[in-house]
């Protein structure tokens, strides 16, 4: 059984397998002696080796080219991830971005967790509704993460909060090539 004071929940929008700013995290977390279940999306049909350290989910999401349908799937699969994470007891829920707040937030209000967010977008930029969750969940996280002290002090100027509640965490040293999987490839397939 998992020791739930250790667990940490992560969850991120793009695709998990191309994603080294979150493996990097999770795989630092694992060698720190804590238990990281990351859920997410990922572009292609194929899984990929799950040789990790730590447990990833996720959740195939159909192509670009599919325009309108994409953007629905998409948001049925934020919507059904984040319902996952209400049922998940964790020490830790840590969004990577905007959609995965509310759940996270709801799941550390019942499970008496902490709220991290990894803020190293800059959302108020982005669109209308991702401002809007930031601005209203960012003061109700325990932590925030920010990629650069330039993003830190802007996000503490605009949301006023003081520049010491967050941390600044670069996106670099790039993870080596031995880490980011790469998917299996089928020649029964072609």
């Not at 699969?77 to 319902?83: E, G, Q, R």
């Not at 190293?120 to 002290?149: M, P």
């Not at 503490?156 to 040293?173: D, E, G, K, L, T």
């Not at 880490?179 to 397939?189: E, F, G, S, T």
């Amino acid at each position: 059984m998992i020791n739930n004071n250790k667990l940490v929940i992560m969850a991120e929008r793009s695709d998990l397998y191309h994603d080294a700013r979150v493996q990097k995290e999770a795989e630092s977390l694992t060698r720190n002696g804590y238990k990281v279940l990351v859920l997410g999306i990922r572009s292609t049909i194929t899984n990929f080796d799950d040789d990790y350290s730590y447990k990833m989910i996720t959740n195939y999401v159909l192509p670009r080219k599919f325009g309108l349908f994409r953007k629905l799937h998409l948001i049925l699969l934020i919507l059904f991830i984040n319902l996952k994470i209400l049922f998940v007891k964790a020490r830790y829920y840590h969004a990577h971005n905007t959609f995965f707040l509310p759940g996270m937030y709801f799941a550390k209000m019942l499970y008496e967790g902490s709220l991290i967010y990894d803020s190293h977008e800059v959302q108020w930029e982005t669109n209308r509704f991702a401002s809007l969750q930031e601005k209203y969940f960012i003061n109700k996280a325990d932590r925030i993460i920010n990629v650069s002290h330039g993003r830190a002090l802007a996000q503490a100027n605009r949301y006023n909060i003081p520049i010491n509640n967050i941390c600044v965490i670069s996106n670099y040293p790039a993870l080596s090539k031995d880490i980011v999987q790469k998917p299996k490839i089928d020649n029964n397939n072609n």
